[in-house]
């Protein structure tokens, strides 16, 4: 039984393999030859371990970025950190993690057949980290280890990754200019309040792709060079602001330190054009693979895919969204040092991914005002939360990192709150949850087809 929970967390913290089998599942389920299965699997899989790839040089560029600002405003506190906290929690939680995992992968997909909400969550460490909170949280809220914890905590969780992307797709069909991919990421509730924040307060004519460079700086529309050059400015100043002899002898291993960081600007960059090319290969193959499962297995049905999925679409958005993201979890910071709570120190990967984000979903219905203020609210929403998911999570001694996403955010907040009410509470609370989920989609026009969403 151990062997098979191992293989199982192995499997599906490896998306790459989980896509990849998706769509060679799709293509099979299409009658297509054998030679466009195989190559139709491998170019999925291989799509996904480019932008992957191209995600972790970005997150190793940031490592630098992340040690320099603390170390020149000379803070401690709590950084939020999925990943950090994932790990810790798996030594106790691993087995329930998986199995709530399983169940909410299942739960997932007889929604998808079931419900009018055809989302097929397929980014598998996502799903893994929501697994693991909620079996935190359960527990802690004292529903013990057993069946009854794994099948609510899979109901949970698979609702939730069901509900999410249906947040997001009316912007998504903005962004993408069609239907065929959903979000799936654990900063949709942020993204979908960005989107509206723009819609109300945005103005569409005015994108953040519609910058006009004067023709002597026209060479800043591409983005490679337009990246590496605002990344290099920003790593410069707050190398200058560190310090030489923290650079050369902390993080560049004697290397001087504007050489360093300016090498660090430009992995930066090299890292967004691997995503962009791993994004055009995942579009390329997985959507027409996925058409197969759509027809077969749940009709209509659209894979999520990871935030990375969207950054082509809107490069200047991403800086942007970066940028304001991470001020104003900077900002944030220094007011909890005022107030004397405990401070949540902006984590630089959280603000890029969800920060970038969310200015693309603003932006996609109000513009640059909508991309400004959809991740400035979206940072709000990463930067004051964690003060709040904390104390529920006191069973782990989680004092050095906590959740970072919005998903994990607002839902953990308000399955730790059931909790604290006992077991009968989050029992029926959860249950609700999913009923509440049937109800509406029984309500429901049947979605939108693309000329309707048009």
Same mark, same amino acid.
């Given at each position: 039984?151990?062997?098979?929970?191992?293989?199982?967390?192995?499997?599906?913290?490896?998306?790459?393999?989980?896509?990849?089998?998706?769509?060679?599942?799709?293509?099979?389920?299409?009658?297509?030859?054998?030679?466009?299965?195989?190559?139709?699997?491998?170019?999925?899989? &291989?799509?996904?371990?480019?932008?992957?790839?191209?995600?972790?040089?970005?997150?190793?560029?940031?490592?630098?970025?992340? %040690?320099?600002?603390?170390?020149?405003?000379?803070?401690?506190?709590?950084?939020?950190? *999925?990943?950090?906290?994932?790990?810790?929690?798996?030594?106790?939680?691993?087995?329930?993690?998986?199995?709530?995992?399983?169940?909410?992968?299942?739960?997932?997909?007889?929604?998808?057949?079931?419900? #009018?909400?055809?989302?097929?969550?397929?980014?598998?460490?996502?799903?893994?980290? =929501?697994?693991?909170?909620?079996?935190?949280?359960?527990?802690?809220?004292?529903?013990?280890?057993?069946? $009854?914890?794994?099948?609510?905590?899979?109901?949970?969780?698979?609702?939730?990754?069901?509900?999410?992307?249906?947040?997001?797709?009316?912007?998504?069909?903005?962004?993408?200019?069609?239907?065929?991919?959903?979000?799936?990421?654990?900063?949709?509730?942020?993204?979908?309040?960005?989107?509206?924040?723009?819609?109300?307060?945005?103005?569409? $004519?005015?994108?953040?792709?519609?910058?006009?460079?004067? %023709?002597?700086?026209?060479?800043?529309?591409?983005?490679?060079?337009?990246?590496?050059?605002?990344?290099?400015?920003?790593?410069?100043?707050?190398?200058?602001?560190?310090?030489?002899?923290?650079?050369?002898?902390?993080?560049?291993?004697?290397?001087?330190?504007?050489?360093?960081?300016?090498?660090?600007?430009?992995?930066?960059? @090299?890292?967004?054009?691997?995503?962009?090319?791993?994004?055009?290969?995942?579009?390329?193959?997985?959507?027409?693979?996925?058409?197969?499962?759509?027809?077969?297995?749940?009709? *209509?049905?659209?894979? !999520?895919?990871?935030?990375?999925?969207?950054?082509?679409?809107?490069?200047?958005?991403?800086?942007?969204?970066?940028?304001?993201?991470?001020? =104003?979890?900077?900002?944030?910071?220094?007011?909890?040092?005022?107030?004397?709570?405990?401070?949540?120190?902006?984590?630089?990967?959280?603000?890029?991914?969800?920060?970038?984000?969310? &200015?693309?979903?603003?932006?996609?219905?109000?513009?640059?005002?909508?991309?400004?203020?959809?991740?400035?609210? *979206?940072?709000?929403?990463?930067?004051?939360?964690?003060?709040?998911?904390?104390?529920?999570?006191?069973?782990?001694?989680?004092?050095?990192?906590?959740? !970072?996403?919005?998903?994990?955010?607002?839902?953990?907040?308000?399955?730790?709150?059931?909790?604290?009410?006992?077991? =009968? &509470?989050?029992?029926?609370?959860?249950?609700?949850?999913?009923?509440?989920?049937?109800?509406?989609? @029984?309500?429901?026009?049947?979605? &939108?087809? #693309?000329?309707? @969403?048009?």
């Amino acid at each position: 039984m151990q062997a098979i929970i191992n293989f199982f967390v192995s499997l599906v913290q490896q998306p790459s393999l989980l896509v990849g089998l998706l769509a060679v599942l799709g293509l099979i389920l299409q009658k297509k030859k054998a030679t466009d299965v195989v190559q139709g699997g491998v170019k999925t899989f &291989a799509g996904f371990l480019i932008l992957t790839g191209g995600a972790t040089i970005l997150q190793n560029a940031l490592v630098p970025f992340a %040690k320099m600002f603390k170390f020149a405003l000379h803070v401690q506190g709590v950084v939020p950190s *999925n990943e950090a906290v994932v790990a810790i929690a798996l030594v106790k939680y691993g087995s329930i993690t998986a199995l709530i995992m399983f169940v909410g992968m299942v739960v997932n997909i007889a929604l998808a057949r079931f419900t #009018k909400f055809k989302y097929i969550f397929l980014t598998g460490q996502a799903m893994l980290y =929501v697994s693991c909170l909620t079996a935190v949280i359960l527990v802690s809220a004292g529903l013990g280890t057993g069946w $009854k914890t794994i099948i609510l905590g899979g109901l949970f969780e698979g609702t939730l990754l069901t509900v999410t992307p249906a947040l997001c797709q009316p912007f998504m069909r903005e962004i993408t200019h069609g239907d065929a991919v959903a979000m799936g990421h654990t900063g949709n509730i942020g993204y979908a309040i960005a989107g509206w924040i723009g819609k109300i307060f945005g103005n569409k $004519k005015h994108s953040t792709e519609d910058i006009q460079f004067p %023709k002597a700086l026209g060479f800043l529309r591409d983005s490679t060079v337009s990246i590496t050059l605002v990344m290099a400015i920003v790593y410069i100043c707050l190398a200058i602001a560190s310090g030489p002899h923290f650079v050369e002898t902390k993080l560049s291993a004697g290397t001087n330190f504007l050489v360093y960081v300016i090498v660090q600007a430009g992995t930066f960059a @090299a890292g967004f054009a691997v995503v962009l090319q791993g994004v055009r290969m995942i579009l390329a193959e997985i959507v027409p693979a996925f058409q197969g499962i759509s027809k077969k297995l749940v009709p *209509n049905s659209k894979p !999520a895919l990871d935030v990375p999925i969207i950054f082509p679409y809107a490069p200047n958005a991403v800086l942007l969204g970066f940028f304001v993201s991470f001020i =104003v979890g900077t900002l944030s910071m220094f007011v909890m040092i005022a107030m004397h709570t405990t401070v949540i120190i902006p984590g630089v990967v959280g603000h890029f991914f969800c920060g970038a984000a969310a &200015a693309i979903y603003g932006n996609s219905k109000g513009g640059r005002r909508g991309a400004i203020l959809g991740a400035t609210v *979206n940072s709000l929403l990463i930067s004051w939360l964690p003060l709040y998911i904390l104390p529920m999570l006191g069973s782990l001694k989680l004092a050095a990192s906590t959740f !970072a996403d919005t998903d994990y955010l607002i839902p953990g907040i308000l399955l730790g709150k059931l909790g604290s009410f006992g077991n =009968v &509470a989050i029992t029926v609370g959860i249950l609700a949850f999913v009923v509440i989920v049937i109800l509406v989609s @029984a309500m429901m026009k049947q979605p &939108a087809t #693309k000329a309707e @969403a048009k």
